[in-house]
């Protein structure tokens, strides 16, 4: 399987940063310190159907100045809370995901019934992310809703948000 990371920044945006910070030497890190949790979501559609189907796009990065490592004592896990009238049909990652493994894989299991996905093994490096997908089931009458995440585990200090998703019978309009 080939592995695609996604690198937030380049060697020369970082460079021109810290000269504009006050030179590389003595200046202030711009970054945490160790493995640094960011968690977001999208649905996709963008407004998803009463009483049809879509996707909870789960997205972690690492903001931190250090590499998130997942292991038996300390697992990278992902949980989430759907709204009211939304079902988890089922939850897998994406091929490219940094982690290289699937599912069916020893290190990485998700349980569609709790929402909660763990990796016992693996490497999230600096400024690199994640996505992990949650199909849903959307009830005739389900509202709008938050959608809760928390991201914990690989050294970094546990996040936890609240995003916003629609339902909607309307497509989202471009432009």
Do not use: Q
């Not at 004592?73 to 990652?93: N, R, W």
């Not at 994406?94 to 569609?112: D, H, K, L």
């Amino acid at each position: 399987m080939t592995v695609k990371t996604h690198t937030l920044l380049t060697l020369g945006a970082f460079l021109i940063a810290g000269v504009f910070a006050g030179g590389l030497v003595g200046a202030a890190p711009a970054v945490a310190d160790g493995p640094a949790w960011n968690v977001r979501t999208i649905a996709a559609p963008a407004n998803l159907p009463p009483g049809g189907e879509g996707e909870v796009i789960v997205t972690g990065t690492n903001l931190g100045d250090a590499a998130a490592h997942a292991s038996v004592a300390e697992p990278i896990k992902v949980a989430a809370k759907l709204p009211a009238g939304m079902t988890a049909t089922s939850i897998e990652p994406p091929p490219y995901s940094v982690w290289n493994f699937s599912i069916a894989e020893p290190g990485f299991t998700c349980e569609v019934t709790s929402l909660v996905c763990e990796a016992t093994g693996g490497t999230v490096l600096m400024y690199e992310w994640f996505e992990i997908v949650i199909h849903v089931a959307v009830e005739p009458n389900a509202r709008s809703g938050p959608v809760g995440m928390s991201l914990s585990g690989g050294g970094a200090t546990p996040v936890s948000v609240s995003d916003p998703v629609n339902v909607s019978g309307t497509a989202t309009k471009f432009g």
